[in-house]
């Protein structure tokens, strides 16, 4: 999937739009293991509007990096809205960027519980001065296919954010 047009597509039109909106993009990812800033860099010239990405597997690393309390993972959970909003904010506090994503999730196949079975993934997305915005979801197929579901939605959804920091877009106001 990593290496479809469609997804490719996706990464053009994110990248075109942080650049004609004159933003730079950084990542904090956990269960994709750096998956969506690969995507990010095989585009060429993505140093114009990619700033960096941080792999924060460990809680650890998400307190020491990102700055996620350590309070929020004990009562929430590494997998949870709480952390993956700490996490977007903290990626943007930490880096040059105006715009971010942030990934934790349960990929497979062990972790699941019955409340947060395997598939379960929180994204979110911070834009500098506004409401941070995170949504779950819930994938199906192998460790892979949760990953790749994951680093697809993080950057659909990141396309209409570079453009509206409020929310979702049409594909006709995309492509404006």
Known sequence: MLNSKELKESV?????????NKQMLVTAESCTGG????TLTDMAGSSAWFDRGFVTYSNQSKQEMLGVEETTIIE???VSEATVIEMAEGALANS??????????IAGPTGGT??????????????ENKPTKAEVFF???DRQAIREQCTFE??????????????RLSTEQLLK
């Open 12 to 20: 053009k039109l994110l990248a075109e739009k942080l650049i004609k």
């Open 96 to 105: 040059n960027a105006s715009i971010s994503i942030a990934c934790s999730g």
């Open 154 to 167: 993080s950057l659909d959804i990141s396309i209409s954010y570079s453009v509206s920091p409020l929310g």
């Open 114 to 127: 019955k409340e947060k079975p395997v598939g379960t993934v929180w994204i979110a997305w911070a834009y």
């Open 76 to 78: 929430h959970g590494a």
């Open 35 to 38: 998956m969506i800033a690969q």
């Open 139 to 141: 994938f199906a197929g």
